[in-house]
């Protein structure tokens, strides 16, 4: 029986994966700011299941979050980071304030884990530490700098933790998914083709965690076309763009 740590776990994606990992024997300890959802799962489930409210931008909060989870789990063999923040900003009337709080969550609420669960993982010999970064993180989207950006860098660090943390036994796993309907893009105003429903969304990465894969990228066709939009001369990509804006209900 493995024992999970899921991050983001109240909604969405994360509260997907919650559901399949605790259906399939699972033991989990689920994090978010709003812990309303968890209290009845909490009844269902009472030696399985238990939760802290956490927001992933404070260190301190995830110093804390980590301490009750390893009290409740014994051991992380797995964790998923996937909170996540989105937006849309205007360089026409730009404020630096956006940016921050994307990149405190999206990035820096991921870094401040890895500074806790690396020691405790090399002290147990080892461990996965899957964490949800995006497709959108191959080019720099109109109306979407922040979020694009947050999730590139997420992405490249990712890619730098799991070629080091390997000699630990730590494998670390990108989680690239594309459109999935959610709060999230349920704000969005803008087309979002071959969007899938968070159950879908949660099979994919399970199925993918089981088998071993280190980069999860999903759904095929949106990958392919963000592979193409990655390759696209800059040139066309910068007159591709006058074209396009991501707008987001705040
Ligand atoms: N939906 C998509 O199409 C899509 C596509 C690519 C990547 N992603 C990524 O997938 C992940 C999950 O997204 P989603 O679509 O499931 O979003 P969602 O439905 O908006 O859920 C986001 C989750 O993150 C938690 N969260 C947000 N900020 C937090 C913070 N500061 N501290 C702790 N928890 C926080 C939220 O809980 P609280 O508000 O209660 O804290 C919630 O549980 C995100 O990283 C997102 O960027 C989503």
């Not at 001369?233 to 991501?246: E, R, T, W």
Request: proline content about 4%; hydrophobic content about 45%; overall charge neutral.
């Amino acid at each position: 029986m493995k024992n999970i740590l899921i991050s983001g776990a109240s909604r969405g994606i994360g509260w997907a994966l919650l559901q399949k990992y605790l259906k399939e024997g699972c033991r989990v300890f689920a994090l978010s700011r709003n812990t309303l959802n968890f209290s009845p799962l909490k009844e269902q489930f009472p030696n399985a299941f238990d939760y802290s409210s956490c927001n992933v931008a404070i260190q301190s909060d995830v110093e804390i979050a980590i301490q009750n989870a390893t009290n409740f789990l014994n051991n992380i063999d797995l964790a998923i980071l996937n909170a996540g923040i989105s937006g849309s900003e205007s360089f026409e009337n730009f404020s630096s304030d956006k940016y921050k709080d994307i990149f405190n969550t999206n990035l820096f609420g991921v870094l401040h884990f890895f500074e806790y669960l690396i020691p405790l993982m090399k002290k147990n010999n080892g461990g996965t530490i899957a964490v949800t970064s995006s497709l959108a993180d191959v080019r720099g989207f109109a109306g979407s700098a922040a979020y694009s950006s947050s999730k590139a860098a997420l992405t490249r660090t990712l890619e730098a933790a799991r070629a080091e943390l390997h000699r630990h036994n730590i494998k670390v796993v990108t989680i690239r998914p594309g459109f999935v309907r959610t709060d999230m893009t349920a704000k969005n105003r803008f087309p979002m083709p071959f969007m899938i429903e968070p159950d879908q969304a949660a099979e994919i990465i399970f199925n993918a965690l089981e088998t071993g894969k280190s980069r999860i990228n999903f759904p095929l066709p949106t990958y392919l076309i963000t592979n193409l939009l990655q390759i696209m001369p800059d040139a066309l990509f910068d007159f591709v763009m006058k074209f396009y804006k991501v707008s987001i209900d705040e």
